[in-house]
């Protein structure tokens, strides 16, 4: 595809699937180590279904990789990322840590972010300073007793701290953030790296565009949460090239007629992707997924995640997982574990799609999530249509 500037949208969902790791045997190559830095960012999310979503991303592209081996991956001593904000709170490569200092410089200009900093925060870092790693428990706990948003000082502070860069998380203890010094933790010679907001936010769309293969300026906006003057720098790094991504236009994709409606890695133009689709379970916070325009305009998938609407009114489940079979969003399922048992509350197969030819691709995904997370039998309570019920339930591994 050397040179090419015109993409079927059927080729920008290869590129964007390759891209993704979601195409090919050189996808798993490096374990999860690897697969953080192609995709730039794994989303985090305190939900665990059939496991937290930072697992399911990892095993979405690599297959039933030890779940330990997932965490020591991501966290490591030394370090090998950090958490911090990007499209929302992700774990990042800890080479990126340079690159958000235009989202640090902006936290400590404003001193606030969802709640007031309280002026105990230099005691706090001090403390750190002084006793080593803590976590909410070591300095009093994380609320004050209400709701999850009531925060005590504590917690407040320390997350403050981490958004202006002089704590930082780069491992978890039982799901708790474990904070210490950044100048412990970040190797001196990324602490000491400079960079102004510009080239921040170019080095920052290099990355995004690179993650996500094809993508418009929305995506790209999603995938960084950019916003106000950092969204003019990335208008300003896409018109001059400086992102070093190339514009395409893809059918169908909205944009002015005769004009590029997107931008390319030019890498990933470079060759015809080419290698087995990956058939798995989606986490909703999945990159490949995470922005629901895109996986729309990509996929045609319509997909909302509804475990924030009330149980009655809810269609689909409480956290409905899409299933990526043959390059394609066949169905969702939402699942749920009764001791050693995978459970199907409910599964939907896209409208349109034969229950005969796509059984076999829901078999393989609903086994492969079971077995890995350690249960040895599925169980499909309510299917649409009905008819892949005792198919299913017939399978046994």
Excluded at 79 to 105: D, G, K, M, T
Excluded at 188 to 204: F, I, N, P, T, Y
Excluded at 275 to 291: A, V
Excluded at 309 to 324: D, E, Q
């Amino acid at each position: 595809m050397t040179g090419t500037t015109d993409l079927t949208l059927d080729e920008a969902r290869r590129i964007i699937l390759r891209s993704q790791g979601m195409i090919g045997a050189d996808a798993r190559k490096g374990g999860a180590h690897a697969m953080l830095r192609r995709l730039g960012a794994v989303q985090l999310d305190t939900i665990s279904v059939l496991a937290r979503s930072h697992e399911l991303v990892a095993y979405a592209r690599l297959g039933a990789v030890g779940r330990a081996s997932i965490e020591r991956a991501y966290w490591h001593n030394p370090a090998q990322s950090f958490e911090y904000w990007c499209h929302a709170a992700c774990i990042l490569p800890v080479e990126h840590w340079p690159l958000y200092s235009f989202r640090r410089r902006a936290y400590r200009k404003r001193r606030y972010r969802w709640h007031e900093v309280p002026d105990s925060v230099d005691k706090l870092l001090e403390q750190v300073r002084e006793q080593g790693p803590l976590t909410t428990s070591d300095v009093g706990g994380a609320k004050n007793g209400g709701p999850w948003w009531d925060w005590s000082d504590s917690k407040i502070g320390l997350e403050w701290l981490l958004d202006i860069g002089e704590l930082v998380c780069s491992r978890r203890v039982g799901w708790r953030r474990v904070y210490d010094l950044a100048e412990r933790v970040i190797p001196a010679e990324l602490l000491a790296a400079d960079l102004s907001d510009e080239e921040c936010v170019v080095r920052l769309a290099a990355v995004a565009g690179r993650s996500l293969g094809v993508a418009n300026r929305t995506d790209l906006i999603d995938f960084l949460r950019l916003k106000g003057e950092y969204a003019a720098m990335l208008d300003e790094a896409l018109r001059s090239g400086a992102a070093g991504l190339v514009p395409v236009t893809v059918a169908g994709w909205p944009g002015k007629k005769g004009s590029p409606n997107a931008w390319a890695d030019p890498v990933a133009l470079e060759s015809e992707p080419r290698g087995r689709h990956r058939t798995t379970l989606l986490s909703p916070f999945d990159s490949l997924i995470w922005h629901r325009g895109r996986t729309e305009r990509v996929f045609g998938f319509q997909y909302t995640l509804e475990l924030y609407v009330p149980k009655h009114k809810r269609v689909h489940g409480y956290f409905t997982m899409p299933v990526l079979a043959g390059g394609r969003l066949i169905g969702r399922v939402d699942p749920a574990r009764e001791g050693s048992t995978l459970v199907i509350r409910q599964l939907h197969l896209e409208p349109g799609l034969s229950p005969a030819k796509w059984a076999g691709a829901l078999e393989d995904a609903l086994w492969s999530a079971a077995e890995w997370v350690g249960c040895d039998t599925v169980r499909v309570e309510r299917a649409d249509p009905p008819e892949l019920v005792p198919i299913l339930n017939a399978t046994a591994r």
